[in-house]
């Protein structure tokens, strides 16, 4: 801290262009600095955003490619089982039809399907109660029950397809097809639950399956025929999402994309490749995506180490057809292409970025230059002016870009001169300001003194004029006296009407009273000729509190924009009513035009308007919201477009007070 004081204090040791010049170079650095690590920043997140919205969309591929594959097992299954009438044979009991199904087996791996066909690893038919009647890859073996597997026991149970992925132990693969020893036996090079070095070897095998029942003509159950397919060392899925994903695109030799089912935390099929160029079968998860995805169930997005390098990843979790977790479906993208990408652009920005604070610094310094020789001129200039000399003017410099400085101070000079001028002219007008304020006030009391002897003359020539005879011609002038008088007498009362100010004062009133003569200032009017009007008011109502004379002005609103919606014909519904949240409901409808449903919405707006230019302001529905809600009220209107318009005013009855609601929610 003590280090900081001290360099704070001799900075300002420094002469003035000293200091500019640190100044600039300190906020030059502090301006690279941030700027670089935000953009560092920014290329690490939006890369890796990237990514993994990319993987998010792979491992969607690669489901939809792994339930197309236990699909077409399904579809081979059900065409077979068909094809082969099996419901013809077991009724009949004729097993040796059933050795049609041998050719279905595949006995040696395929690396990719020759059409939509699929070859299976073992096919088994058996009878209503689970036992085996025939086994296309083992058909010495049979009788034996099957209902130890869900899928069978669901299949003959719920009379229905049933398809799902499912562990077997090896000695039940073994017995489906014996020819699958080799794809069974794998070793484990680690064992994911202890993470200990060691060789293990897995005692089930994950398999593909269907199982579909058959029927009777009568349709009764006679058995059912299943078929799978194993997964362990099989990678025909594997093969066709890296196919179909990423294409064999390839980044510096390596494949830029993989795919891998694991059964628990083993890879049991792979394009991963080891360093010898082997598919990575038997290895394992690592410790935080095993935890993650077989221990708590949940996808896993991020980055992970796969064997041998690191890849941007998406594990998904596989279940058998009890729910249990049984393995994962993964692919991952190889980092290395998308790490180099955000270097590169890492080191092109600190490039730009280092070299323009160079740039900024050197203009910096040139302008810090500039401003103290213009500093120094202006000092000069301001003495200049202190001594007396208020003719002294800067000639405008327009290259060094302080022009603008140069006339506000040729500016300055020239107001110091004509100061005196000004100030004689503002006493004038302050003067003139008083004399004009002062005749407001003494015109106020004229106008008050003027009516008394007015209604006096009135009152005398009235007078008068009774004892004047009919035929005399002073009669007639004094006629004239008494008009002129009432005239003036209706000037004077107009002025103190305008003038004085509204009381404002919250009464008890009647909301009906308030209606009608509101409605009688307007119903007679031309506008009105071709409305009719009809009022609907529930008798009884209690009161309501509130300033009469805003009140009124809210309704003449209402029922005047009604009538220019209405365009001269239409009909007018007012209706009161008690509502029953200790208020009254005053509705206003028309047979108008109506209002757009995207106007509806703004047309408490002030100065929103939907009539021509010329024809309204936009405040009268703002001001009549501003009164209700002043009054502690609510309005809301209901609309169609040629089906009218409806207003709906809330106001609270009269409890015996009213409290006030603030000025400034009048138009809120």
């Known amino acids: 801290m003590k280090i900081v004081d001290r360099l704070v204090s001799q900075l300002f040791r ?154 077997m132990s090896i000695k039940n693969i073994l017995r489906e097809n014996p020819n699958l020893a080799e794809r069974v036996k794998m070793e484990i090079i680690k064992i994911p639950l202890s993470y200990e070095p060691g060789e293990k070897q897995l005692s089930d095998g994950m398999v593909m399956m269907a199982a579909y029942p058959l029927y009777d003509k009568k349709k009764n159950l006679l058995g059912a025929m299943v078929g799978g397919v194993l997964l362990n060392k099989d990678n025909t899925i594997v093969d066709r999402v890296k196919e179909t994903i990423y294409q064999g695109e390839k980044y510096k030799g390596r494949d830029m994309g993989v795919a891998t089912i694991f059964q628990g935390g083993v890879r049991i099929s792979t394009n991963v490749m080891t360093k010898e160029n082997k598919r990575a079968i038997g290895t394992t998860l690592s410790k935080e995506v095993y935890n993650r995805v077989i221990l708590e169930g949940k996808d896993w997005v991020g980055r992970a180490f796969v064997v041998d390098d690191w890849y941007i990843t998406t594990y998904t979790p596989i279940y058998d057809m009890n729910k249990n977790l049984i393995g994962i479906l993964y692919v991952g993208l190889l980092e290395a292409k998308y790490r180099d990408i955000k270097w590169h652009a890492i080191w092109t920005n600190l490039g730009i970025t280092g070299l323009g604070m160079v740039i900024a610094f050197i203009i910096s310094f040139y302008l810090g230059n500039t401003i103290i020789k213009r500093i120094r001129m202006l000092k000069e200039a301001a003495e200049a002016i202190a001594a007396g000399n208020l003719d002294y003017k800067l000639s405008p410099d327009k290259i060094s870009g302080f022009d603008m400085l140069d006339e506000a101070f040729n500016y300055m000079s020239k107001s110091l001169k004509d100061h005196d001028a000004k100030l004689h002219k503002a006493h004038q007008q302050l003067a003139r300001t008083e004399r004009l304020t002062a005749l407001g006030e003494m015109a106020a009391g004229v106008a008050h003194e003027i009516n008394n002897p007015l209604g006096g003359i009135l009152l005398y020539s009235n007078l008068v004029l009774e004892d004047v005879p009919e035929n005399s011609p002073a009669r007639e002038n004094m006629q004239k006296i008494i008009y002129q008088t009432n005239r003036c007498k209706g000037i004077v009362q107009n002025l103190l009407d305008f003038a004085r ?168």
Not at 552 to 561: G, M, Q, R, S, T
Not at 593 to 608: D, Q, T, V
Not at 632 to 646: C, Q, V, Y
């Open 14 to 167: 420094l002469n003035l262009q000293n200091r500019l010049v640190v100044g600039f170079l300190i906020a030059t650095f502090i301006t690279g600095f941030v700027a670089t690590v935000v953009s560092i920043w920014t290329i690490n997140k939006s890369t890796i955003d990237e990514v993994q919205n990319r993987v998010r969309q792979d491992i969607n591929t690669a489901k939809l490619i792994y339930n197309q594959t236990l699909e077409k097992i399904t579809s081979q299954i059900i065409f077979t089982a068909e094809g082969l009438d099996l419901h013809v044979t077991i009724a009949s009991r004729d097993y040796v039809k059933m050795e049609n199904l041998r050719s279905l087996i595949r006995y040696e791996q395929e690396a990719k399907p020759q059409n939509d066909t699929i070859s299976l690893d073992m096919i088994t038919v058996v009878d209503a109660l689970g036992n085996v009647l025939y086994r296309a890859a083992n058909p010495d073996i049979k009788g034996d029950s099957m209902l130890w597997l869900p899928i069978v026991k669901n299949c003959l149970e719920k009379k229905s397809l049933q398809l799902s992925t499912e562990l």
């Open 501 to 668: 100010t509204p009381t404002g004062d919250m009464l008890p009133l009647k909301i009906n009273n308030v209606i009608n003569t509101s409605l009688n200032l307007v119903k007679d009017q031309s506008m009105f000729h071709g409305i009719e009007v009809k009022a609907d008011f529930a008798k009884d109502l209690p009161e309501v509190i509130g300033d009469r004379a805003r009140l009124e002005e809210v309704f003449l609103n209402l029922f005047i924009n009604a009538t220019d919606a209405m365009k001269g014909k239409g009909t007018l519904t007012i209706t009161t009513r008690l509502s029953g949240n200790n208020s009254v409901k005053i509705t206003v409808s028309d047979t108008g035009e109506g209002i757009a449903k995207e106007h509806l919405p703004h047309i408490f707006e002030p100065f929103f308007t939907t009539k021509e230019p010329g024809k309204g302001t936009g405040l009268g529905l703002s001001i009549v919201y501003g009164i209700i809600r002043k009054h502690n009220g609510f309005i809301d209107a209901e609309s169609e477009p040629e089906k009218g318009t409806t207003f709906i005013v809330s106001l609270p009855l009269y409890m015996g007070k009213f409290d006030g609601m603030d000025e400034d929610v009048f138009y809120s």
